[in-house]
């Protein structure tokens, strides 16, 4: 049985420590190659458009263009962008709830454990989950821009976007929000993709993001 490639990682941060750390604890597993590494947000973005990773696990404060900026320029300007992950050490972040509104996957504190940043990386790379979601919704909480009044797109979504939009801010994969809507895969897929549409953006997290800005996401 052919085994699949592994998911391939650039390193973006500008403490040498922190990438050599990184480096150590994804390298030990089979599934994962790091294949390059950045110390600033503009060397990121460079590193990037020639390597063509899976993942970016991008350290949202960097000198010369920061995390958020560099994460925007690498969604902005490539066809097929990786995804990335901010890593931080404060979980409740300014930077970081920007990274995600321009287009992160998720994001990751420094602190973690190796076990939890190997299936972030796994996660973010093979799946249709959303990233640690009640840490995005502690974020959202605390920093989600209130609009005086909804946007457009809230009226146009019909029933079962709606109910598709909170199973996604609830984490569930494609297959479980079709085994608790009880449709098949392929419906849910096609509501996804109608959610995305409807709010212009780029993946789930941009999506619940919008969701809670928008207010249709209930952040208590």
């Known amino acids: 049985m052919t085994r699949p490639a592994p ?39 460079s590193v990037v458009r020639e390597l063509r990773p899976d993942v970016v696990l991008m350290d949202v404060r960097m000198p010369e263009t920061d995390g958020i900026r560099a994460t925007e320029q690498i969604l902005g ?21 920007d990274a995600l509104r321009v287009g992160a996957a998720g994001f990751l504190l420094k602190r973690s454990d190796a076990d939890a940043l190997v299936q972030a990386v ?9 990233l640690f979601p009640a840490a995005v919704r502690t974020l959202a909480t605390a920093h989600a821009r209130a ?42 897929k096609s509501h996804v993709a109608a959610v995305l549409a409807k709010t212009g953006t780029r993946d789930r997290t941009q999506a619940v993001i919008a969701a809670y800005e928008a207010g249709f996401l209930n952040s208590g």
């Open 122 to 130: 796994r996660l973010v790379a093979r799946s249709d989950s959303l």
């Open 7 to 45: 998911i391939r990682v650039v390193l973006a941060d500008d403490e040498r420590m922190v990438r050599t750390a990184l480096r150590a604890i994804l390298s030990a597993e089979p599934d994962l190659e790091v294949v390059g590494e950045a110390a600033t947000g503009a060397e990121a973005v």
């Open 147 to 188: 609009r005086p009044a909804p946007p457009a797109w809230v009226a146009k979504l019909t029933g079962r976007e709606r109910e598709v939009l909170r199973h996604m801010a609830d984490g569930l994969t494609n297959a479980e929000i079709a085994r608790r809507m009880e449709v098949g895969p392929a419906t849910v």
């Open 77 to 97: 300007t490539l066809d097929e962008p990786p995804r990335i992950v901010v890593v931080t050490t404060f979980e409740n972040d300014s930077y970081v709830y």
